[in-house]
């Protein structure tokens, strides 16, 4: 029996070379997005790590004010938007992922999130809810030092309540980050998402390896990063 060797690095490579060829069915404008994106750089922000290799994403949203007292009350309702997670699809018009947060055991909570919380993704193109249709992510660290910012960390992790064994449940590989921050200004509210270190999830079975390979790059010139601004412009939506 002969053994194939399946490399989800080179064939990364593959795919998006077929995707970006300017002449191969008229994709120019994926391969135009894929060329701006190679040559951005990712911000350098307190808190979030350093982009090192794969995809990434800096994403924001300004909401301004009249004055500074508009702006205080609008950001004690973001406040209350943003610790209020199973609600976040709601805050935009368009169709966008849904997140439900979970305790550690993985049952569904209605309450604000806490270190060691797992956020459960449906992604808005899966339009079955079943168990094998979410990805998992865990929050990693949540910081509130800072009183005109609010920052939640999180990464894809294994099931709940099995940290030390099984696979990553997540298209991207246990060393993305996804954060999200909220701040403030004297006449500004905002909501950011910072991506950094993206890469496909290897950390499964060959079938949904090569799976999570197509929703990566999907991602990287796709709908996600689309309803990322999306999200972070529903939420700071308090005119």
Known sequence: ???????????????????????????KPYYNKLMQIKLMKAKKIPGIP?????????TESIQKFENAQETELKYNLLKERFFDINKWNTYSNESIAEFTLCDSSGNTVHRLPFIGDYIKILLSEIKKSE????????????????????????????????????????????????????????????????????KPNQNTDIISSIKNMFIAFKGVVGPSKIQWKQLADGMVNLK
Not at 5 to 12: H, P, V
Not at 50 to 58: A, E, I, P, T, W
Not at 174 to 181: D, E, K, L, P, V
């Open 1 to 27: 029996m002969k053994i194939y060797d399946f490399n989800i690095e080179k064939g990364m490579k593959i795919v998006t070379k077929f995707w970006i060829s300017k002449s191969l069915f008229g994709f």
């Open 50 to 58: 350093l982009q090192v290799k794969g995809q990434f994403h800096d």
């Open 131 to 198: 168990k094998e249709s979410y990805q998992w992510v865990r929050i990693d660290m949540i910081d509130k030092t800072n009183p005109n910012s609010i920052m939640i960390q999180c990464r894809p992790s294994k099931l709940p309540g099995n940290q030390f064994g099984g696979d990553t449940v997540h298209f991207h590989s246990g060393g993305t980050t996804s954060t999200f921050i909220i701040s403030k200004g004297n006449d500004y509210i905002k909501m950011a998402i910072y991506g950094r270190n993206e």
